[in-house]
């Protein structure tokens, strides 16, 4: 009798760490559902939007909502758009455009070499990049939002042709304060639809594409680096998407980056021999 009575007296094991674990493994399972859903959703719209045109941007609903800035935007097929105003796009923000898969490394170099010799940050984030930031992501600078980046780029090449990045990148890109794509900002600043705009027009345009919201921009640099545009322009010629210019620019892209990383490695060894 006193061995029972010792044996019901003896309590229970708490059951908490138990309880605890489980709704730990609860919660990591809800997070990890959850993220397994964002990119999904992310992967679906992706491929989505090789066909279906992106209605609106976070870039727009931030501007418009907490900024209190109109929207002033309309989609227009890439043939609806000046062919100059892709010239121009390709000169001023990605010259390898068609031959790199969305990373120019040798651009991205330059850009990490001149920020280490303390010159001022420049971008090295070509068309692919800024399309796939404009569309998918928020403005700012973060280790964060770069590293969705370089994902979300390695998407839309992926999955979307050349040509409708280009396409894209042309309706969605801020032209200034509540400005959005080609067709918005043809018609503001030269009352003309996109498809009329003249080789000086769309060099004055993209011009404004590193700060298109700088209200202290200066009309001489501005002139100046329009200039500077229609230059280059006339050096890279007229972009063509078919397959056998893109072959010719992806075999030109890859002698364009082996040059320069052999230049640089050669330079580096002179160096270390000094």
């Known amino acids: 009798m006193a061995k029972n009575k010792?044996?019901?007296a003896t309590p229970k094991a708490p059951k908490t760490k138990k309880g605890g674990k489980s709704i730990f493994r609860k919660i990591m399972k809800v997070i990890f559902i959850t993220i397994l859903c964002i990119f999904g959703l992310n992967l679906l719209t992706t491929i989505l939007y090789r066909w279906v045109n992106p209605p609106i941007t976070l870039t727009m609903i931030s501007r418009s909502v907490f900024e209190g800035e109109s929207?002033?935007?309309e989609w227009k097929p890439l043939d609806e758009i000046s062919p100059y105003l892709v010239d121009a796009s390709v000169a001023s923000e990605d010259n390898m455009f068609l031959g790199h898969?969305?990373?120019d490394r040798v651009a991205i170099d330059i850009a990490i070499e001149e920020h280490n010799s303390g010159k001022k940050l420049r971008g090295g984030s070509g068309?692919?990049?800024?399309t796939?930031?404009?569309v998918f992501l928020w403005q700012g600078r973060s280790w964060i939002r770069k590293g969705l980046e370089v994902y979300q780029t390695f998407l839309i090449e992926l999955f979307w042709p050349k040509e409708r990045i280009m396409e894209v990148y042309l309706n969605v890109i801020e032209m200034g304060p509540g400005i959005y794509g080609a067709e918005a900002a043809?018609?503001?600043?030269?009352?003309?639809s996109a498809k009329n705009l003249t080789k000086a027009e769309a060099s004055q345009?993209?011009?404004a594409y590193p700060n298109p919201r700088d209200p202290k921009r200066s009309p001489k640099k501005a002139s100046a680096r329009a200039a500077q545009i229609r230059n280059l322009m006339n050096l890279i010629g007229t972009i063509k998407f078919d397959d056998e210019s893109i072959a010719q620019w992806e075999e030109r892209y890859e002698k364009y980056k082996d040059d320069y990383f052999e230049k640089k490695e050669k330079k580096q060894s002179k160096s270390k021999k000094k």
């Open 205 to 207: 345009i993209v011009a």
């Open 101 to 103: 898969n969305g990373f």
């Open 6 to 8: 010792a044996e019901k």
């Open 71 to 73: 929207l002033k935007k």
């Open 127 to 130: 068309i692919s990049q800024q």
């Open 132 to 134: 796939a930031k404009n």
């Open 186 to 192: 043809a018609q503001e600043y030269f009352h003309k």
